[in-house]
């Protein structure tokens, strides 16, 4: 195999790992709660405190009623118990009976608006619920198939690292250095397949002479524009 061939096959391999590994720090990024899981969390977390809330005003409520029948009955019972004869005395417990049965009347009309509130936020809790246990379902769906990629992956991960090694050692260490050197400072390429009489990857073509070299000797050439290690296929 040429010293060029010999390059190209272990650029291959470093961007297999280069995508791999991206890949799985993408994985990484992904294997939290999604937007969606979050937004639909929150909205079932909202109405479940909202109904929470309501049920307790709805007790509260219940037990002020019941407070207040226990005052409207004591005062009645005084009222209509032919004990009290003084009619001033008679006239005050009137008024405080109808005061009482006001209150209870608005008491009573604030409850009913409670429990209204009540069976709509149930409603609607019912229905962000259902919506939570639907989008969850998915994204646990999704989790799985996320955790068996990466499993897949780490194991390519490893299968490519002891592929990159065993080819490194079989590479001589100067044209290592040119490798790297030119990985680094052109985006992961170092060596370039020249298709059509031009460099794949800047386009410009190449002289004769070098083309010539190419096709002759089993030397590493650069692309005269782009410095990528040029290799004839």
Do not use: F
């Not at 060029?4 to 590994?21: H, S």
């Not at 209150?103 to 069976?119: A, C, F, R, W």
């Not at 936020?121 to 639907?134: D, F, I, P, W």
């Amino acid at each position: 195999m040429r010293r060029a061939e010999r390059l190209l096959e272990l650029q291959k391999v470093d961007l297999a790992l280069e995508a791999a590994r991206k890949r799985l720090r993408e994985i990484d990024g992904l294997l939290t709660e999604s937007d969606t899981l979050r937004v639909a969390r929150q909205a079932d977390q909202r109405l479940h405190d909202r109904l929470a809330q309501l049920r307790a005003r709805s007790k509260d409520l219940d037990l002020q009623s019941t407070t207040l029948d226990d005052k409207i009955k004591s005062v009645d019972d005084r009222l209509y118990s032919g004990v009290v004869k003084n009619p001033k005395e008679l006239s005050d417990l009137q008024k405080d009976a109808a005061a009482l049965r006001r209150q209870k009347s608005g008491l009573d009309d604030t409850l009913l608006e409670v429990i209204y509130d009540i069976e709509q936020t149930e409603r609607e809790y019912r229905a962000a619920h259902a919506e939570l246990e639907r989008v969850e379902a998915g994204w646990r769906g999704e989790q799985a198939a996320l955790i068996d990629e990466r499993a897949a992956l780490n194991e390519q991960v490893a299968a490519r690292e002891a592929e990159r090694q065993s080819q490194r050692a079989n590479i001589d260490s100067a044209d290592l250095a040119i490798y790297d050197q030119l990985r680094a400072n052109r985006r992961g390429q170092a060596v370039a397949v020249m298709e059509d009489n031009v460099c794949s990857a800047c386009g410009v073509e190449p002289s004769a002479n070098k083309r010539a070299h190419l096709m002759r000797d089993d030397a590493l050439i650069a692309c005269g524009n782009c410095e990528r290690i040029l290799l004839a296929v």
